[in-house]
């Protein structure tokens, strides 16, 4: 119960450490995937949990965005938070499923949003 509590008061400060694993990770893998090209096929197929780390991402910032919710003082901020969080899962399913052609930078803009909503939150919604 106490680490629930501690999450919760925290939620903001793990939401942006997320966010930012997450533009590192998204920023890196095309640098990644294209070393992996070089290399041995076999040896690159093992790598193939990189690329599905995005799903993780998500995950944790679901419940980051779940958490500071509940803890916000701003009606709107709730509504940012999970337009935020639906925008980036809808381009992450895109992506796996590439159903429509979208830019990277899309990712990187919704990524930085959402960080940028927990670091608003953290310093003037509580």
């Known amino acids: 119960m106490k680490n629930i509590k501690y999450l919760t008061n925290n939620s903001d400060f793990f939401g942006v ?4 694993l ?3 990770h998204c920023i890196s893998s095309p640098l990644i995937f294209i070393s992996f090209l070089s290399l041995d096929t076999d040896l690159s197929m ?10 993780v991402f998500v995950l944790i910032s679901f ?5 500071s919710v509940k803890i916000t003082s701003v009606k709107l901020m709730k509504y940012l938070f999970w337009l935020s969080w639906l925008t980036l899962s809808l381009i992450i399913i895109n992506e796996k499923t590439e159903s429509f052609k979208i830019s ?10 959402l960080s940028l909503l927990h670091l608003y939150n953290l310093k003037f919604c509580k």
């Open 17 to 20: 450490l997320t966010c930012m």
């Open 22 to 24: 997450c533009l590192i």
């Open 46 to 55: 093992s790598y193939s949990w990189w690329y599905n780390l995005d799903y």
């Open 63 to 67: 419940i980051m965005v779940y958490f």
């Open 104 to 113: 990277e930078y899309i990712t990187y803009l919704v990524i930085t949003s």
